[in-house]
């Protein structure tokens, strides 16, 4: 996978497509999610969730408690991006 910009790096103030990972999916399908309604978004979001589900917890107990963790992490690491970025926006007295 191509990144156009290092992705552990803060993001940069524009709204510019070549600022994000774009070519992750095609331009179709990004249209076809913008043109979903929030409530068929979250649907989608819920289902693939439900479909993948089982493969979360194929393999040893091991594999399994470390798959977690990994998850445990990359959220923990997304939560602690978002909430510097709306540090960022807040206005300063």
């Given at each position: 996978m191509k990144?156009?910009?290092?992705?552990?790096e803060d993001?940069?103030?524009t709204r510019r497509?070549?600022?994000?990972?774009?070519?992750m999916l095609?331009?179709?399908?990004?249209?076809?999610y913008r043109r979903m309604t929030p409530g068929e978004r979250l649907a989608l979001a819920l289902r693939m969730t439900q479909e993948n589900i089982p493969a979360l917890f194929e393999g040893s107990p091991e594999v399994v408690?470390?798959?977690f963790e990994l998850l445990a992490r990359e959220n923990d690491e997304r939560n602690?991006?978002?909430l510097t970025a709306i540090a960022r926006t807040k206005v300063r007295p």
């Open positions: 990144f156009l910009r290092n992705p552990r993001p940069k103030p497509p070549e600022d994000y990972n774009v070519e095609s331009k179709e399908t990004l249209e076809t408690r470390r798959r602690h991006n978002m």
